[in-house]
């Protein structure tokens, strides 16, 4: 099982941004998926998570400046961020609560990171 992040980049402060993720491998489920953010120095924050029902989480930081959605067919989870603040600059991970179907087991897996930088 792997997934892979894209999307980040540089911005201004005040642009937008959409990550995306896709989880690949033999994947017999995929329960909750979602995102966090580490910066350097700082612990890892989550910053928004789905459940397969579409139950949103997010953090009091991004809520209602970062939209999360998922698209279960595809087996990809979306993070679009608007109104992005230097205080956003991270690497943000995406992961997935994945049943596998090769070891019969419940895991989670995490995308490589993706760099968002927000200048001022």
């Known amino acids: 099982v792997q997934l892979q992040a894209s999307g980040g980049g540089l911005v201004q402060a005040g642009g937008s941004l959409r990550l995306s993720c896709a989880a690949s491998?033999?994947?017999?489920?995929?329960?909750?998926m979602g995102w966090y953010r580490q910066a350097p120095g700082k612990q890892r924050e989550l910053v928004a998570m789905?459940?397969?029902?579409?139950?949103?989480t997010y953090a009091d930081s991004v809520r209602g400046r970062f939209t999360i959605s998922r698209d279960n067919a595809k087996k990809m989870v979306y993070l679009q961020l608007n109104s992005l603040k230097p205080e956003d600059t991270s690497v943000y991970y995406c992961?997935?609560?994945?049943?596998?179907?090769?070891?019969?087991?419940?895991?989670?897996?995490w995308g490589q990171g993706t760099q968002v930088t927000v200048s001022s």
């Open positions: 992961f997935g609560n994945i049943y596998s179907q090769v070891t019969s087991r419940w895991n989670e897996y």
């Open positions: 491998g033999s994947i017999a489920y995929i329960a909750n």
């Open positions: 789905s459940t397969r029902g579409g139950v949103l």
